[in-house]
């Protein structure tokens, strides 16, 4: 099967191919899994931390990817609830192991032993690709490959977070950075708040443009200051200046609530600016989001199905992989996400 291989971390330099498309074995389905024939894969911020070695995989080479739609194409021995041809969804959450006292909890996200697909295994950017059928998701008919395929990491994740805000409706609600997780966001906020107001804080004026059109209330750079005081603000972006600018327009008892599993360290100096006095105080608090858990991928496709969500996407072939993650660093320059087809439309 062809698959584009990460052998390395490959820290950005123009020219940049991080990915080697290769002709690399098939895998099989074990007892209790799925094969999956892939048609699309999205491309997600986390691929690029892959990439150039903010995040290492256990080992390499290593197939990225893990915003899947394909159709099973084989069933491992035990597997009842799925048939050939069914389509399904493979997210970033791969698999927990149900008996810690994290997935007790209902919290598998936080799983000692959580495993990444795209990371820890192999993911979606390939023609074939292996699930626990546990960890599979039917998706909804209402939803084509290609808009349901963004919602199995920047919407599942976008969703998770707007949990976490613990914002009630009516109270404004800031976003930081307007990219393939925070278009969906928004979306997701006016279904879950529909009486809170968003205000959008992103860099490039195309961006802000587009929060617009998507129903924000207002839209400003980073540094900017918003109508009021947001309750709550989601920060979506892979640097460290708009949480410090977040925290400095929060309202007293808010909280950011960071959308990311790394961060980028160029401008990590800007912690050095960060005052307790001025910006901690009066308990404001910072919260991390950590990976999803499957009841998060699964109630983010029942929003989009319902019509309460639709991801915006641009599409590129698996042989532009490469040129699609070089995408994710430019901020500004495409609206939504970027999804690889990889089988036949």
């Given at each position: 099967m062809l698959a584009q291989l990460l052998d390395r971390a490959t820290p950005f330099a123009s020219p940049w191919t991080p990915l080697r498309l290769a002709d690399v074995p098939a895998p099989s389905a074990k007892p209790g899994e799925l094969l999956v024939r892939v048609d699309v894969c999205a491309v997600c911020r986390t691929d690029l931390d892959l990439?150039?070695?903010?995040?290492?995989?256990?080992?390499?080479?290593?197939?990225p990817g893990h915003q899947v739609i394909g159709r099973v194409a084989a069933l491992g021995d035990g597997v009842r609830d799925f048939r050939e041809n069914d389509?399904?969804?493979?997210?970033?959450?791969?698999?927990?192991?149900?008996?810690?006292?994290?997935?007790r909890a209902g919290l598998e996200n936080l799983c000692p032993r959580f495993q990444s697909t795209g990371c820890d295994v192999?993911?979606?950017?390939?023609?074939?690709?292996?699930?626990?059928?546990?960890?599979?998701?039917?998706?909804?008919?209402?939803?084509?490959?290609?808009?349901?395929?963004?919602?199995?990491?920047?919407?599942?994740?976008?969703?998770?977070?707007?949990?976490?805000?613990?914002?009630?409706?009516?109270?404004?609600?800031?976003?930081?950075?307007?990219?393939?997780?925070?278009?969906?966001?928004?979306?997701?906020?006016?279904r879950r708040f529909p009486k809170s107001p968003v205000y959008v804080f992103a860099r490039a004026e195309t961006e802000r443009e587009f929060a617009r059109s998507l129903g924000?209330?207002?839209?400003?750079?980073?540094?900017?200051?918003?109508?009021?005081?947001?309750?709550?603000?989601?920060?979506?972006?892979?640097?460290?200046?708009?949480?410090?600018?977040?925290?400095?327009?929060?309202?007293?008892g808010g909280r950011v609530v960071?959308?990311?599993?790394?961060?980028?360290?160029?401008?990590?100096?800007?912690?050095?600016?960060?005052d307790y006095g001025r910006d901690l105080w009066m308990e404001r608090e910072i919260k991390s989001v950590a990976?999803?858990?499957?009841?998060?991928?699964?109630?983010t496709l029942e929003a989009a199905a319902s019509g309460a969500l639709r991801a915006t996407v641009e599409e590129?072939?698996?042989?532009?992989?490469?040129e699609a993650l070089e995408m994710q660093r430019a901020p500004g320059g495409l609206r939504g996400s970027r999804v690889l087809r990889v089988g036949h439309a």
């Open positions: 990439a150039e070695g903010r995040l290492i995989p256990p080992r390499y080479p290593v197939i389509r399904v969804g493979i997210a970033w959450i791969h698999w927990a192991d149900g008996v810690c006292e994290w997935c192999h993911g979606g950017y390939a023609e074939f690709v292996t699930v626990s059928a546990a960890f599979a998701h039917v998706i909804p008919n209402e939803l084509s490959d290609l808009a349901a395929s963004p919602l199995l990491c920047a919407g599942a994740i976008g969703w998770r977070s707007l949990r976490l805000t613990n914002l009630r409706d009516g109270e404004p609600l800031g976003l930081t950075g307007f990219g393939a997780s925070g278009h969906l966001v928004l979306q997701l906020a006016h924000a209330a207002w839209a400003g750079d980073t540094s900017d200051v918003p109508p009021e005081q947001p309750a709550a603000i989601i920060d979506t972006t892979p640097a460290w200046k708009p949480i410090v600018s977040a925290l400095r327009v929060l309202r007293p960071v959308n990311a599993i790394r961060k980028e360290t160029r401008d990590q100096s800007e912690l050095l600016s960060l990976n999803v858990t499957r009841a998060d991928v699964r109630e590129l072939p698996l042989d532009r992989a490469n």
